[in-house]
Antibody, heavy 124, light 107 residues
Framework: EVQLLESGGGLVQPGGSLRLSCAASGFTFNSHAMSWVRQAPGKGLEWVSG????????DYADSVKGRFTISRDNAKSTLYLQMNSLRVEDTAVYYC?????????????????WGQGTLVTVSS | DIQMTQSPSSLSASVGDRVTITCRASQYISSYLNWYQQKPGKAPNLLIY???NLHGGVPSRFSGSGSGTDFTLTLSSLQPEDFATYYCQQSYNTPRTFGQGTKVEIK
């Protein structure tokens, strides 16, 4: 059974930094692209960033480009999101999500499994 | 970015009703359209991918259709566990954008 468990969320001041983690199990982690998707309180879903299974390809939404960095440690089956220069509008639940494939490329696929999410609150 | 527009934004329906939700893309996306269900406080779950393919374990009362720019999600007979918010998403181009959601409530 696929399991994705996010951690690292919390309260941070504007301009601060936070690193999210997503521990994966139940599948061959390095064979699948992974993404972060966020949801502001009471709002819809926004894809934030994606990374191929090998880690060689990354992609970002314009809203976070230059501030967030996605990475993965395939030996630990863990996905990360380093968030710097945080803004109030980054406040959201952050989900990690798995692609059906994408070992070497960032294929444009649906997200077939999701974690339970971790809340990031940016406020002074 | 490709904009996805869902209608209606919300609807009220009764158990046993047939429900249809539409999703329109701002440009051509072939059949690269996915549907998700999200219940309050929970993560989204994939229902349908590539416009009309049922994801594993999803009941057959869910169906999807469409191609190009116009798509529909149909629930043939609404069940109590189907009351939730539904999102469409395009996977034709990056960023993979979502519709704003359709909340299905109990009448």
């Amino acid at each position: 059974e696929v399991q994705l468990l996010e951690s690292g969320g919390g309260l941070v001041q504007p301009g601060g930094s936070l690193r999210l983690s997503c521990a994966a199990s139940g599948f061959t982690f390095n064979s699948h692209a992974m993404s972060w998707v966020r949801q502001a309180p009471g709002k819809g879903l926004e894809w934030v960033s994606g990374i191929s299974g090998s880690g060689g390809r990354t992609d970002y939404a314009d809203s976070v480009k230059g501030r967030f960095t996605i990475s993965r440690d395939n030996a630990k089956s863990t996905l990360y999101l380093q968030m710097n220069s945080l803004r109030v509008e980054d406040t959201a639940v952050y989900y990690c999500a798995k692609d059906p494939g994408g070992q070497y490329e960032l294929l444009l696929q649906p997200f077939d499994s999701w974690g339970q999410g971790t809340l990031v609150t940016v406020s002074s | 970015d490709i904009q996805m527009t869902q209608s209606p934004s919300s609807l009220s329906a009764s158990v046993g009703d047939r429900v249809t939700i539409t999703c329109r893309a701002s440009q051509y996306i072939s059949s690269y359209l996915n549907w998700y269900q999200q219940k309050p406080g929970k993560a989204p779950n994939l229902l349908i991918y590539a416009a009309s393919n049922l994801h594993g374990g999803v009941p057959s009362r869910f169906s999807g259709s469409g191609s190009g720019t116009d798509f529909t999600l149909t629930l043939s007979s609404l069940q109590p566990e189907d009351f939730a918010t539904y999102y469409c998403q395009q996977s034709y181009n990056t960023p993979r954008t979502f519709g704003q959601g359709t909340k299905v409530e109990i009448k």
